[in-house]
């Protein structure tokens, strides 16, 4: 079974920065993995971030542009958000989710969430 967690999110002042980190297990390696972050704050909906392919190409939300970089560690299975000028409206629950994709062996279509990590942001 594939396993998503997240980790490095906690409080942070306005203009301050943090690196969040999705390590993915169970995953098999004949498929392919597209990767990005999700955020939902309170009393709203969950919301595109930033992604990431297999292949290394990004996409972003345009407010977190210039702000925000996706990258990922093939070799760990891990992938991070950096998150640099941070601002109240960043505040919300951070989510990683992982898209399998692949013909060869398990490599159905499925997608897969971990439980989120916080990301307050304090003015």
């Known amino acids: 079974q594939v396993e998503v967690v997240e980790s490095g999110g906690g409080s942070v002042q306005a203009g301050g920065s943090l690196r969040l980190s999705c390590a993915v297990s169970?995953?098999?390696?004949?498929?392919?993995?597209?990767m990005a972050w999700y955020r939902q704050a309170p009393g709203k909906e969950r919301e595109y971030v930033a992604g990431?392919?297999?292949?290394?190409?990004?996409g972003y939300r345009d407010p977190v542009k210039g702000r925000f970089t996706i990258s990922q560690d093939l070799a760990k299975n891990t992938v991070y958000l950096q998150m640099n000028r941070l601002n109240s409206e960043d505040t919300a629950m951070y989510y990683c989710?992982?898209?399998?994709?692949?013909?060869?062996?398990?490599?159905?279509?499925?997608?897969?969430w971990g439980q989120g990590t916080q990301v307050p942001v304090s003015s």
């Open positions: 989710k992982t898209e399998q994709f692949g013909d060869i062996g398990p490599c159905a279509r499925a997608t897969y």
């Open positions: 169970g995953g098999d390696r004949y498929c392919t993995y597209d």
């Open positions: 990431i392919t297999k292949s290394g190409s990004t």
